[in-house]
């Protein structure tokens, strides 16, 4: 069981927007701005897409965007394309004697 | 940008070790801290710890000390995870991953390998 809680599964239609949510404790999302979130593709590489709670890498389109209210962090997605369509993990620092915990993941689809 | 290539997939036996390379592309291999990271089938995904490649310095997390090494080779670019006693419960895809900012340990992954597909089965 992980320690991030995630949604299993979250589905849209293009051009619509989406908000997965992560839901941790005080250990982790509430009590660190180090909320990261990584859209994988099976058999590819995970690739980072917000990090620091709210921070884009170059590159990943401004239709992602990342939130954080108490215990709980958010990555929506606007504009839904349907190369969107992977699966989404948070991870977090923790307190805990694993340093970094991540969600269980959400599977988007594009409907 | 920065590539880290990892080895083949491997089959093991359980009780066996298990090697797992990952090379990075350019000359700032040794700027950041490398982490190793896994994903059991239907699960998600599980840090397992970091090497520092200038000083060869690791921590690892608490459910996998004294199982698991991490080395590296600053000639070549390369880091290896070795994790010994293999069982079941380590069929999982392997990654190797930097950390995103230099000399930083931010616990943010940026950019991951390809992922190594381990199979542990008698």
């Known amino acids: 069981q992980s320690a991030l809680t995630q949604p299993a599964s979250v589905s849209g239609s293009p051009g619509q927007s989406i908000t997965f949510s992560c839901t941790g404790t005080?250990?982790?999302?509430?009590?660190?701005?180090?909320v990261s979130w990584y859209q994988h593709h099976p058999g590819k590489a995970p690739k980072l897409m917000i990090y620091?709670?709210?921070n884009r890498p170059s590159g990943v389109p401004d239709r992602f965007s990342g939130s954080k209210s108490a215990n709980t962090a958010s990555l929506t997605i606007s504009g839904l394309q349907a190369e969107d369509e992977a699966n989404y993990y948070c991870?977090?620092?923790?307190?805990?004697?694993?340093?970094?915990?991540f969600g269980g993941g959400t599977k988007l689809t594009v409907l | 940008q920065v590539q880290l290539v990892q080895s083949g997939a491997e089959v093991k036996t359980p009780g066996a070790s298990l090697k797992v390379s990952c090379k990075a592309s350019?000359?700032?291999?040794?700027?950041?801290?490398l982490h190793w990271l896994r994903q059991a089938p239907g699960q998600g995904l599980e840090w397992m710890g970091w090497?520092?490649?200038?000083?060869?310095?690791?921590d690892y997390a608490h459910n996998f000390m004294g199982r698991v090494s991490f080395t590296r080779d600053t000639s070549i670019s390369t880091a290896y995870m070795e994790i010994n006693s293999l069982t079941s419960d380590d069929t999982a895809v392997y990654y190797c991953?930097?950390?995103?900012?230099?000399?930083?340990?931010?616990?943010?992954?940026?950019?991951w390998g390809q992922g190594t597909r381990v199979t542990v089965s008698s």
């Open positions: 991870s977090s620092y923790s307190t805990s004697t694993t340093l970094v915990v």
């Open positions: 620091e709670v709210s």
């Open positions: 991953a930097r950390d995103r900012d230099y000399q930083l340990l931010r616990f943010c992954f940026d950019p």
């Open positions: 350019r000359d700032t291999f040794t700027g950041y801290y």
């Open positions: 005080y250990s982790d999302v509430g009590a660190y701005n180090s």
């Open positions: 090497i520092n490649p200038k000083s060869g310095g690791s």
